[in-house]
């Protein structure tokens, strides 16, 4: 499986970026989201079923994170909403087996958030 994240850059708090996730290869059972912030642990961010019918979020993004599936594509999104200084890291797009399995990461996609 190959991931593909594209989206990140510069935005201003409050703002919303969207980010985007190619995905290539076999077919998997999950896909999600991972971050991790200059010094901190990778966090889990988001985590998605193929189908789109299940979904499931960290505790420090719920109500502001929104992920998709567009199965048609091959994309998989990842709608960010008031966005925050602390919400500045790389992101990045895997992909499992399993549900929430991370058996495939992809490279990251810097986001950079001014106050």
């Known amino acids: 499986v190959q991931l593909q994240a594209s989206g990140g850059g510069l935005v201003q708090a409050g703002g919303s970026l969207r980010l985007s996730c190619a995905a290539s290869?076999?077919?998997?059972?999950?896909y999600g989201w991972f971050r991790q912030a200059p010094g901190k642990e990778r966090e889990f961010v988001a985590f998605i079923t193929w189908s789109g019918g299940s979904t499931d979020y960290g505790d420090s993004v719920k109500g502001r994170f929104a992920i998709s599936r567009e199965n048609a594509k091959n994309m998989v999104y990842l709608q960010i909403n008031n966005i925050q200084p602390e919400d500045t890291a790389v992101y990045y797009c895997?992909?499992?087996?399993?549900?929430?399995?991370?058996?495939?990461w992809g490279q990251g996609t810097q986001v950079t958030v001014s106050s």
């Open positions: 895997v992909a499992g087996l399993r549900w929430k399995s991370t058996d495939f």
């Open positions: 290869g076999r077919t998997v059972a999950t």
